[in-house]
């Protein structure tokens, strides 16, 4: 009877098969996410005068992020009140990117030749986010509690593919160029063409291989209406978890908008390093790819954690004994040890931060006091940015998984919609913060006090984690027993 009621969790392979078609999703998102960058800059400056690129690249960054604020926070509810497909719903918000794409392709000169229409593709671009939000409650509302941890790992590792597939295809793509009559499809445009091709194949794939699912999951203001008495009664410890977790998403969220940031303007820039197109995609593809490895070394570390506190719990639990005093049972201190140990992680990630930041303050330093070749401060920014890429995957991973284990399922649901949103609103914060520090001093000054404040932000997040976020949870696991 167990056995029929709970079927046994699926492997790692058949988990991959089932989900195969739906993390494709997760691949598109992340190539559009990518594919625009080495060339945005360039694009901007056929747009518009050069002292206004800094400002138009803000806002390519800025409000798309605003719209995934609220595609973050309204599609999940409004397609589970109104039990919508989620099948459907993923394709209709994927289209909505091919038509984003292939908008900002156009805003060039001998098309549209506006700049407002490239921002104009970027947001649509940014309402076409709802697609990785559905599809991500596809594989939640398709797995069992056991599955959904390894689901979402393979969900997110496609999308860490795409941050090296999309650098990868900007480089033959930024190497050609032809005419349409006088329209030019060149190395600024012809990324974003092939991004929204990219898209229509995956919606097509979409509609022939993902099964029809409904959303039929609880929707968050129907939890919150019915169960007013039971969430207002959480003790304040419970409550400040997820709030704390939240906080910690908006600050690493920040910090990864910092690096795709100053990687878009900074290589690009005349002021500054003024690399090639080609040379830059390349480059970002080896940031992006060796970031990705080292997520993939985030469960490695976390066990090497978890295994060095539970060999001191032991040699603790045996001092207890040998005088007699009375210990945790064995059960919570190994559950406590294992998201102490996630959180311990996530600290170091965000330690690692503060160690690109200081290599990137570096990199910016020698080169405003060096001429010639520029070749070692290159090399030394583009390893900053592959430590801090790698870092914002390591916390991809921990924070969610805290998220998960350490609340209540309804407190859980009432709270779901805020942690896309609160990605978006840290992804939203960062441009336009950064880029005014940035451009107020001359002699690469404001770039090293931008990086300066992302180091600030980083000890923010560790002290946060440290003196609050252990000391609740073992609070909370303390109430639960």
Same mark, same amino acid.
């Given at each position: 009877m167990?056995?029929?009621?709970?079927?046994?969790?699926? &492997?790692?392979? /058949?988990?991959?098969?089932a989900?195969?078609?739906?993390?494709?999703?997760?691949?598109?998102?992340?190539?559009?996410?990518?594919?625009w960058?080495?060339?945005?800059?360039?694009?901007?400056?056929?747009?518009?005068?050069?002292?206004?690129?800094?400002?138009?690249?803000?806002?390519?960054?800025?409000?798309p992020?605003?719209?995934?604020?609220?595609?973050?926070?309204?599609?999940?509810?409004?397609?589970?009140?109104?039990?919508? &497909?989620?099948?459907?719903?993923?394709?209709?918000?994927?289209?909505?990117?091919?038509?984003?794409?292939?908008?900002?392709?156009?805003?060039?000169?001998?098309?549209? $030749?506006?700049?407002?229409?490239?921002?104009?593709?970027?947001?649509?671009?940014?309402?076409?986010?709802?697609?990785?939000?559905?599809?991500?409650?596809?594989?939640?509302? &398709?797995?069992?509690?056991?599955?959904?941890?390894? !689901?979402?790992?393979?969900?997110?590792?496609?999308?860490?593919?795409?941050?090296? #597939?999309?650098?990868?295809?900007?480089?033959?793509?930024?190497?050609?160029?032809?005419h349409?009559?006088?329209?030019?499809?060149? =190395? $600024?445009?012809?990324?974003?063409?092939?991004?929204?091709?990219?898209?229509?194949?995956?919606?097509?794939?979409?509609?022939c291989?993902?099964?029809?699912?409904?959303?039929?999951?609880?929707?968050?203001?129907?939890?919150?209406?019915?169960?007013?008495s /039971?969430?207002?009664?959480?003790?304040? /410890?419970?409550?400040?978890?997820?709030?704390?977790?939240?906080?910690?998403?908006?600050?690493?969220?920040?910090?990864?908008? $910092?690096?795709?940031?100053?990687?878009?303007d900074?290589?690009?820039?005349?002021?500054?390093?003024n +690399?090639?197109?080609?040379?830059?995609?390349?480059? =970002?593809?080896?940031v992006?790819l060796?970031?990705?490895i080292?997520?993939? +070394?985030?469960?490695?570390?976390?066990?090497?954690?978890?295994?060095?506190?539970?060999?001191? &719990?032991?040699?603790?639990?045996?001092?207890?004994?040998?005088?007699?005093?009375?210990?945790?049972?064995?059960?919570?201190?190994?559950?406590?040890?294992?998201?102490?140990? /996630?959180?311990?992680? !996530?600290? %170091?990630?965000?330690?690692?931060?503060?160690?690109?930041? #200081?290599?990137?303050? @570096?990199?910016?330093?020698?080169?405003?006091?060096?001429?010639g070749?520029?070749?070692?401060?290159?090399?030394?920014?583009?390893?900053? %940015?592959?430590?801090?890429?790698?870092?914002? $995957?390591?916390?991809?991973?921990?924070?969610?998984?805290?998220? !998960?284990? %350490?609340?209540?399922?309804?407190?859980?649901?009432?709270?779901?919609?805020?942690?896309?949103a609160? *990605?978006?609103?840290?992804?939203?914060?960062?441009?336009?913060? @950064?880029?005014?520090?940035? *451009?107020?001093?001359?002699?690469n000054?404001?770039? @090293?006090?931008?990086?300066?404040? %992302?180091i600030?932000?980083?000890?923010?997040a560790?002290?946060?984690?440290?003196?609050?976020?252990?000391?609740? #949870?073992r609070?909370?696991?303390? =109430?639960?027993?």
């Amino acid at each position: 009877m167990n056995s029929a009621s709970n079927p046994p969790a699926r &492997s790692r392979a /058949e988990l991959l098969r089932a989900f195969f078609f739906v993390n494709l999703v997760a691949l598109q998102f992340g190539i559009d996410s990518t594919l625009w960058l080495p060339t945005v800059f360039s694009y901007i400056s056929t747009i518009t005068a050069h002292r206004r690129v800094h400002y138009y690249l803000s806002l390519a960054q800025l409000l798309p992020s605003a719209v995934q604020v609220f595609v973050s926070l309204l599609v999940g509810p409004i397609v589970a009140l109104f039990t919508l &497909s989620l099948k459907w719903s993923m394709v209709v918000f994927i289209l909505l990117s091919f038509v984003g794409n292939f908008l900002y392709s156009c805003a060039g000169p001998f098309a549209i $030749n506006n700049v407002w229409a490239l921002i104009g593709g970027r947001m649509l671009a940014g309402l076409a986010s709802g697609s990785s939000a559905l599809a991500m409650s596809y594989i939640v509302s &398709s797995s069992s509690t056991d599955e959904r941890l390894e !689901s979402l790992s393979q969900y997110r590792s496609f999308a860490g593919v795409a941050f090296v #597939i999309g650098p990868v295809l900007s480089i033959p793509l930024t190497t050609f160029s032809f005419h349409i009559g006088r329209f030019p499809v060149d =190395q $600024n445009n012809a990324p974003t063409f092939v991004s929204s091709f990219i898209a229509v194949a995956v919606a097509l794939i979409t509609c022939c291989f993902v099964r029809q699912k409904r959303a039929t999951q609880v929707n968050f203001l129907k939890v919150i209406v019915h169960n007013r008495s /039971e969430l207002t009664g959480h003790s304040k /410890e419970i409550w400040a978890v997820p709030l704390l977790l939240l906080l910690l998403l908006f600050l690493s969220a920040f910090l990864m908008a $910092n690096v795709f940031y100053t990687m878009s303007d900074l290589m690009r820039s005349p002021d500054h390093w003024n +690399l090639g197109l080609t040379l830059i995609s390349g480059l =970002q593809a080896i940031v992006f790819l060796f970031a990705l490895i080292g997520s993939l +070394l985030a469960d490695s570390f976390r066990r090497i954690i978890q295994t060095s506190m539970q060999r001191a &719990s032991s040699f603790r639990r045996r001092i207890h004994t040998a005088l007699d005093i009375q210990s945790d049972d064995d059960k919570g201190s190994l559950l406590t040890d294992k998201l102490v140990s /996630e959180v311990v992680l !996530s600290a %170091c990630s965000f330690l690692a931060t503060v160690l690109g930041c #200081i290599l990137s303050i @570096i990199s910016l330093a020698v080169q405003a006091h060096t001429t010639g070749s520029h070749a070692g401060s290159v090399a030394c920014f583009l390893i900053a %940015c592959t430590i801090m890429m790698a870092a914002y $995957n390591i916390q991809a991973a921990t924070l969610p998984s805290l998220y !998960s284990k %350490c609340l209540p399922a309804k407190l859980r649901t009432v709270l779901t919609p805020w942690y896309g949103a609160t *990605v978006a609103l840290g992804k939203l914060a960062a441009p336009p913060i @950064i880029g005014a520090i940035g *451009v107020s001093r001359a002699h690469n000054n404001g770039w @090293i006090a931008s990086q300066a404040l %992302c180091i600030a932000i980083a000890f923010l997040a560790i002290a946060l984690q440290a003196l609050f976020l252990c000391p609740l #949870i073992r609070a909370v696991l303390r =109430q639960s027993r």
